[in-house]
């Protein structure tokens, strides 16, 4: 099956369209209104540098949800310890900055300097948000993500010390279930997220979910300060 390559417009084929390995399209930028159409079809970009952008919807689709995160024993115990502090929004640009460096046995990062600049103008939109932790004064660990209606599309996570962004993610899906939210998108299968409760479904499945957590209105503008100010009110 040919690759759709996306033309000026907004546009994108039907998921169903997509290759055995998830490939959709290619081609088009990496504008907000794309990426934001992009995410409310179940569809993502990743490409590596010196590549054209991709964009993909893979099937199965893995999936974390709010009620059913798996926190171990040994990370309750570390997380009772209080030696790392979470927050919200306070430092997005970093956060993806730490994303970026490549990991061990990789050469390179699939987070180019154009996704970097993208991702960050969703920021300043309010649709982007990163969960930091920190040490001290340390920033440890931390993940980020696009949020629409009542779904949260994780991109990447980084941990400079051990068990950093398992808290993150721990923490995020706090937040979300307190404010209703459906589910976490974990878009390929990994160990990691595997072992906190994330798990395929149909991409059939994903995308009437994600339709259904899209007629919520979404939660815009920095976590850390809408956070901040309802504590403010309660405390009030």
Same mark, same amino acid.
């Given at each position: 099956?040919?690759?759709?390559? %996306?033309?000026?417009?907004?546009? /994108?084929?039907?998921?169903?369209?997509?290759?055995?390995?998830?490939?959709?399209?290619?081609?088009?930028?990496?504008?907000?209104?794309?990426?934001?159409? +992009?995410?409310?079809?179940?569809?993502?970009?990743?490409?590596?540098? !010196?590549?054209?952008?991709?964009?993909?919807?893979?099937?199965?689709?893995?999936? *974390?949800?709010?009620?059913?995160?798996?926190?171990?024993?040994?990370?309750?115990?570390?997380?009772? #310890?209080?030696?790392?502090?979470?927050?919200?929004?306070?430092?997005?640009?970093?956060?993806?900055? /730490?994303?970026?460096?490549?990991?061990?046995?990789?050469?390179?990062?699939?987070?180019?300097?154009?996704?970097?600049?993208?991702?960050?103008?969703?920021?300043? *939109?309010?649709?982007?948000?990163?969960?930091?932790?920190?040490?001290?004064?340390?920033?440890?660990?931390?993940?980020?993500?696009?949020?629409?209606?009542?779904? /949260?599309? !994780?991109?990447?996570?980084?941990?400079?010390?051990?068990?950093?962004? #398992?808290?993150?993610?721990?923490? %995020?899906?706090?937040?979300?279930?307190?404010? !209703?939210?459906?589910?976490?998108?974990?878009?390929?299968?990994?160990?990691? *997220?595997?072992? *906190?409760? +994330?798990?395929?479904?149909?991409?059939?499945? /994903?995308?009437?979910?994600?339709?259904?957590?899209?007629?919520?209105?979404?939660?815009?503008?920095?976590?850390?300060?809408?956070?901040?100010?309802? #504590?403010?009110?309660?405390?009030?």
């Amino acid at each position: 099956m040919p690759v759709y390559r %996306l033309p000026e417009a907004v546009l /994108f084929p039907p998921v169903d369209r997509a290759t055995k390995s998830g490939l959709l399209a290619v081609g088009g930028d990496l504008s907000p209104e794309r990426l934001l159409a +992009a995410y409310r079809e179940g569809i993502f970009p990743w490409y590596g540098a !010196g590549e054209p952008i991709l964009w993909w919807s893979p099937d199965p689709r893995f999936v *974390l949800f709010p009620d059913e995160l798996h926190v171990s024993r040994s990370m309750r115990q570390f997380l009772k #310890k209080g030696t790392v502090r979470i927050t919200f929004d306070r430092a997005f640009q970093d956060v993806i900055s /730490f994303c970026r460096r490549p990991r061990p046995g990789q050469d390179g990062t699939w987070i180019t300097r154009e996704m970097r600049e993208a991702y960050c103008v969703l920021h300043d *939109l309010g649709y982007a948000h990163s969960v930091e932790v920190w040490q001290g004064t340390k920033l440890a660990g931390g993940l980020y993500g696009v949020s629409l209606g009542r779904a /949260f599309f !994780g991109e990447s996570m980084f941990s400079a010390t051990p068990n950093a962004s #398992k808290a993150a993610l721990i923490a %995020l899906v706090e937040h979300l279930r307190k404010r !209703g939210f459906d589910l976490i998108d974990c878009q390929v299968e990994t160990a990691h *997220l595997a072992g *906190l409760g +994330a798990r395929p479904i149909p991409r059939r499945t /994903f995308c009437s979910l994600l339709r259904r957590s899209l007629d919520h209105e979404t939660l815009c503008g920095n976590w850390g300060e809408k956070l901040a100010e309802k #504590k403010e009110n309660q405390s009030g």
